[in-house]
T-cell receptor
Framework: NAGVTQTPKFQVLKTGQSMTLQCAQD?????MSWYRQDPGMGLRLIHY???????DQGEVPNGYNVSRSTTEDFPLRLLSAAPSQTSVYFC???????????FGSGTQLSVL | SQKIEQNSEALNIQEGKTATLTCNYT??????LQWYRQDPGRGPVFLLL?????KEKRKERLKVTFDTTLKQSLFHITASQPADSATYLC????????????FGTGTRLLVSP
């Protein structure tokens, strides 16, 4: 099993550009989530999904969109990138009834 | 909302000693608490979970305690090794629902030979 796979690993955007961060898991986990990690702020939840077709907002959802059309994939879309979105983004999944999160290796995003 | 405090200063210890990391939380008492390890450039990796009715949990050289009166968890690594050097994060579920796990900022541990 590959676990949770995130692409790309690194990305540089200009202000106003849009892009999609990809996340896929092969563990048949119903729950998937996106966190951002900033120095001194810890991991903050952006959006999460408890199954295909169901998404909800986390602590810092503004400027991000998600959708969940399949169990395996949970892409995160930046509609119009801003320098404040410079961060490291982590995707995580969890089995139904489980409590521990499985994280991907992260995407380091810089918005200039 | 839940607030989690972990020592932001790095903890430096010598190989072979016991490392003790602290996680303090405010407000409500969570049903459980988790500890994760994060290496530079990598995602967090789950280590241990302790429930509110458990005072202590062990896994190999790791030990976690949970004091709901003090609102504190202690994470111990005995016989520490340089390979234990990493950032350690504690995480709690929110007071309502279990979908939004909240993380502390983490404490960096440096074990020198």
């Amino acid at each position: 099993n590959a676990g949770v796979t995130q692409t790309p690993k690194f990305q540089v955007l200009k202000t106003g550009q849009s892009m999609t961060l990809q996340c896929a898991q092969d563990m048949n986990h119903e729950y998937m989530s996106w966190y951002r990690q900033d120095p001194g702020m810890g991991l903050r939840l952006i959006h999460y999904s408890v199954g295909a077709g169901i998404t909800d907002q986390g602590e810092v959802p503004n400027g991000y969109n998600v959708s969940r059309s399949t169990t395996e994939d949970f892409p995160l879309r930046l509609l119009s990138a801003a320098p404040s979105q410079t961060s490291v983004y982590f995707c995580a999944s969890r089995a139904t009834g489980g409590e521990k999160l499985f994280f991907g290796s992260g995407t380091q995003l810089s918005v200039l | 909302s839940q607030k989690i405090e972990q020592n932001s200063e790095a903890l430096n210890i010598q190989e072979g000693k016991t490392a003790t990391l602290t996680c303090n939380y405010t407000n409500y008492s969570p049903a459980y608490l988790q500890w994760y390890r994060q290496d530079p450039g990598r995602g967090p990796v789950f280590l241990l979970l302790i429930r509110e009715n458990e005072k202590e949990k062990r896994k190999e050289r790791l030990k976690v305690t949970f004091d709901t009166t003090l609102k504190q968890s202690l994470f111990h690594i005995t016989a520490s090794q340089p390979a234990d050097s990493a950032t350690y994060l504690c995480a709690l579920p929110p007071d309502t629902g279990f979908q939004k796990l909240v993380f502390g900022t983490g404490t960096r541990l440096l074990v020198s030979p």
